[in-house]
């Protein structure tokens, strides 16, 4: 097997690795609208569907619900070769747990911006994410939901 490289995937290549972190992302607040753990099980690895399994169980056990909405999601540059790729993530994500039996917040809405490292290795048809690296989070306050700390800073100009 070839060592990773820094070349750029071919676009379709850089087009499906992007959808795959999308499905993924927005399958898990698909995942718990619907309550249908089923929706990510073929775009991940057998290790990663199960820690998300465990992740989701953990919620039901305790009769909670997750509702959540991503709020800027930025890819960083593709590290790939033809069968393999890393790619980092900016995410800007607004969650809480709902109690299911009150319907009241069990933990009120945070804001929270996650960088992370995902690693996805193609299949015969699709990108499937095969590792997730969480690097860094950080918590934030409500009125910078949009401004977002995913952006540079500008710099003041000095006269």
């Known amino acids: 097997m070839a060592p990773f490289s820094i070349a750029m995937p071919n676009i379709s290549d850089e087009k499906y690795i992007k959808h ?31 820690k998300l399994m465990v992740w989701a169980d953990s919620w039901k056990f305790n009769n909670l619900a997750m509702v959540a909405k991503i709020n800027d999601l930025k890819f960083s540059k593709i590290n790939y070769n033809e069968n393999n790729a890393t790619i980092q993530t900016m995410e800007n994500w607004t969650f809480a747990y709902v109690d299911l039996s009150t319907r009241d917040y069990a933990l009120e809405p945070v804001n929270i911006f996650y960088h992370m490292n995902y690693t996805l290795v193609k299949g015969k048809d699709r990108w499937k994410i095969i590792a ?8 934030f306050t409500k009125e910078k939901i949009h401004n977002s700390v995913l952006k540079p800073k500008k710099e003041e100009k000095v006269d």
Do not use: R, W
């Not at 399958?27 to 249908?36: F, L, P, R």
């Not at 997730?132 to 918590?139: F, T």
């Open 132 to 139: 997730i690296k969480h690097i860094k989070e950080k918590k």
């Open 20 to 50: 795959a972190l999308l499905e993924y992302n927005y399958g898990i607040i698909k995942m718990t609208k619907s309550g249908n753990t089923k929706l990510l099980k073929g775009k991940l690895s057998k290790d990663v569907y199960e």
